[in-house]
């Protein structure tokens, strides 16, 4: 997506302002708009001015490139950190208080979630008030598959999913079109990707008062979710969840079985933890009891083993330690929620 922008081509965040909109667009195409910390520290920085000016009466936040909003942090950023033994430095911090800065904007913030929308691209889009997906949004919270968890707040509006499914996108990584995103209460608004830039015309032309006349379209309706995810993954118990996938009748949970297999047992005995204890939190605690789990978790070898294997080498084979669910220690996992 195109709109008129100030700046070099080459910086990584371009802005514009017009009619009261402050516009946002990340511009790291070429790596799906992944959230270095530089970048967040411009986007927070934006945001933080466009809330306090009064001519800003609403914020728009796009992807730049044709693949998606953003792929998520800028994850090798943070495996050359953690490996080098200089940790993740301000990150996971810089990145959370974007997150609740966003979930607490005072204005109306818009994010256009088109194409792939996930990890970090999620703790942009989903805390924000008005979030458009399109019919090439995809959305999900992959982290188990790199040693980490669903974090950027993500666990607040995980634990507020219809039954269980909130469980299945966090243990599983599951991806997810617009319209289930919207039935999921990840976002609001359906859009033809084709009439983004007519949205973008729009609050450029009247701020945050053409959110009210906009011609919304009726949004498609979203594939009910499958009873197997609701008899599957209740309880405190990846172990149990994962016993039940794999001897339900349904080939789709069979696979989601087969799916958990491969993630990092770690993550997935601390995601489930995090995400019941999510469910009684406000936005805020969750997102602290994120930085404290990443605080864990950088110190333990899935993180860099996960991105080793995901995005480096990319052979997908990572060796987890411990490997299997069963020789996970409840007293490691306690520890991670000190
Ligand atoms: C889990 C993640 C990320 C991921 C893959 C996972 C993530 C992320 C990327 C990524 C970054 C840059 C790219 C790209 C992917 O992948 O956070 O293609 O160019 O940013 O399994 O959390």
């Known amino acids: 997506m195109t709109s008129p922008q100030t700046g070099a081509p080459d910086e990584i965040l371009l802005v514009s302002v017009e009619g009261g909109l402050g516009h946002a667009t990340l511009n790291r195409p070429r790596q ?41 942090g800028d994850i090798k950023q943070l495996y050359a950190g953690v490996k080098s033994g200089d940790g993740p430095g301000d990150f996971f911090e810089h990145e959370y208080a974007m997150n609740l800065l966003i979930a607490q904007y005072p204005k109306p913030y818009v994010v256009v979630m088109d194409g792939i929308t996930m990890g970090g691209g999620v703790g942009i889009s989903v805390h924000g008030s008005v979030r458009v997906v399109t019919e090439r949004t995809l959305v999900a919270m992959p982290e188990a598959g790199i040693g980490l968890f669903p974090d950027v707040g993500a666990l607040y509006w995980l ?20 319209p289930t995103a919207i039935a999921a209460g990840f976002a609001d608004h359906f859009l033809p990707s084709d009439r983004a830039p007519e949205l973008v015309a729009a609050l450029t032309a009247g701020g945050a008062a053409a959110l009210q006349s906009f011609g919304w379209p009726e949004t498609p309706v979203a594939q009910p979710t499958p009873a ?95 490997p299997t669910l069963a020789d996970v220690d409840p007293d490691t996992v306690a520890a991670f929620f000190a």
């Open 32 to 72: 799906l708009n992944a959230l270095s910390v530089e970048l967040i520290d411009q986007l927070a920085a934006r945001l933080r001015a466009w809330a306090a000016d009064d001519t800003i009466t609403a914020v728009l936040v796009t992807g730049a490139g044709d693949r998606g909003l953003c792929a998520g």
């Open 159 to 178: 634990a507020r999913c219809p039954g269980e499914f909130g469980t299945h996108l966090a243990l599983s990584g599951a991806r997810i079109d617009g």
């Open 228 to 322: 197997w995810i609701d008899e599957c993954y209740s309880g405190n118990d990846v172990t149990e969840i994962v016993a039940r996938l794999a001897s339900h009748p349904h080939p789709d949970a069979v696979a989601a079985a087969r799916l958990i297999g491969t993630l990092s047992p770690t993550s997935l005995t601390v995601t489930l933890a995090a995400l019941r204890r999510a469910a009684t939190m406000d936005i805020a605690a969750v997102l602290a009891q994120d930085l404290v789990l990443t605080g864990h978790f950088v110190n333990v070898p899935d993180l860099v083993e996960g991105i080793r294997a995901q995005l480096i080498d990319k052979d997908r084979t990572p060796r987890w330690d411990p």
